[in-house]
């Protein structure tokens, strides 16, 4: 994607180094950052700076590749084995951390080149996907639609394109008149920091919104359809998405407009049966009790928005039972979220050589 004329991907390799774009000062300050060590790494994915299930896959992949050019040869397979560990623990619930790190894991226990290899090719494929999944959404989208999201699962959550975004930009670049309510998605503001941040950079008219403004523009026929993201979907089509996704799809069903989400296939995690088996990670109450901007000297502050004394609760991510889900656009189709449908993929997808898990 383009940030001020120039193409980017969230996270790279480049000679040796990693490098990725640093979301937590969007949409403020546009900045590049290093990383270089697999513990900088766990470190960027753990505060943020990195986010986005696809982002943080890429991320992950990277890092094990890069704890096995750390590795010293005499305890080459020890330190790959805590690396894993490592990374593993940075966050629970997006699929595509553990789908990375477990094959570029594999891959190391062979040469370290062969885990930069696997790690590099994990990231494009990650691009590829994002873009076939563009191109399949966009079918969905009509001239004059008014779509609405949650969350940012644009290009900044995966390495290019994203996902619930990546129609949306091919819509745009194909004419079609669109329109994009963007959910604030509070407590960290994806939404309103990084999905609008991203519109801008693409030109998509778009509005900012309350998280609890989209009943009400679905009960008033303002919104035509509804694309967010995913975390993680289990075997059955339940879907793991950030926090308040669940509100939006119930509502969605309530009022007959599709909801669609949008994910590539390394985003299903074939083990898990149901919404119920996902983990849910919660984070600092502190994420609800502060928030963070810009003063007009263009200072980055944060500042307490509660009621001192107060405590908060904070689950970052909630299950969309299967049922209010009109489908899955992945990058090999659109899929019914329902047992058979996600067996006959895996089927599919074995055969074809993707998974070997
Ligand atoms: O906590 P985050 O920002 O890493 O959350 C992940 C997300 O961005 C969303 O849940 C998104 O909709 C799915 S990831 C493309």
Redesign the pocket.
């Known amino acids: 994607m383009k940030v001020n004329g120039q193409n980017y991907r969230t996270v790279w390799w480049e000679e040796a180094s990693l490098f990725y774009i640093e979301q937590n000062l969007l949409p403020f300050t546009f900045r590049i950052a290093e990383a270089r060590s697999y513990t900088d790494c766990c470190d960027a994915i753990r505060n943020?700076s990195i986010?986005?299930?696809?982002a943080?896959g890429a991320m992950a992949g990277f890092a094990m590749a890069l704890a096995s050019v750390q590795a010293p040869d005499e305890k080459y397979s020890e330190f790959l084995l805590q690396a894993r560990k490592d990374i593993e623990a940075t966050?629970p619930t997006?699929r595509n951390l553990f789908y990375a790190v477990e094959k570029v894991y594999n891959h190391a226990l062979r040469t370290r080149q062969n885990a930069i290899s696997e790690a590099q090719r994990l990231a494009d494929q990650d691009a590829a996907d994002s873009r076939k999944i563009g191109e399949i959404g966009n079918t969905l989208i009509k001239d004059g639609f008014h779509i609405e999201t949650?969350?940012?699962?644009g290009w900044l959550?995966?390495v290019d394109y994203?996902?619930?975004l990546s129609p949306v930009y091919l819509a745009h670049e194909q004419g079609k008149n669109i329109f994009i309510y963007v959910g604030e998605t509070r407590p960290?503001c994806?939404g309103a920091r990084l999905t609008a941040w991203e519109l801008n950079q693409a030109g998509i008219p778009h509005v900012i919104i309350p998280d609890n403004a989209g009943a009400s523009l679905m009960a008033r026929g303002k919104v035509n359809i509804m694309i967010?993201?995913?975390?993680r979907i289990a075997v059955n089509g339940d879907v793991a998405?950030?926090i308040g996704?669940l509100e939006k799809a119930i509502v969605a069903h309530e009022y007959g407009i599709p909801f669609y989400v949008a994910?590539p296939t390394s985003t299903i995690d074939f083990h898990c049966k149901n919404g119920a088996q996902i983990p849910i990670?919660e984070r600092s109450g502190d994420e609800v009790l502060y928030m963070e901007g810009v003063t007009g000297a263009g200072k980055l502050e944060r500042v307490l928005i509660c009621s001192p004394g107060s405590s908060a609760y904070n689950p970052?991510?909630d299950v969309t039972p299967a049922k209010y889900i009109t489908g899955i656009i992945t990058e090999k189709g659109i899929i019914h979220p329902d047992t058979r449908s996600i067996a006959n993929l895996n089927v599919h997808l074995r055969e074809s050589g993707k998974f070997n898990q």
């Open positions: 943020m986010r986005g299930a696809g943080i966050r997006a949650h969350c940012n699962a959550a995966f994203g996902t619930a960290r994806q967010v993201g995913a975390d998405n950030k996704t994910a990670e970052s991510f």
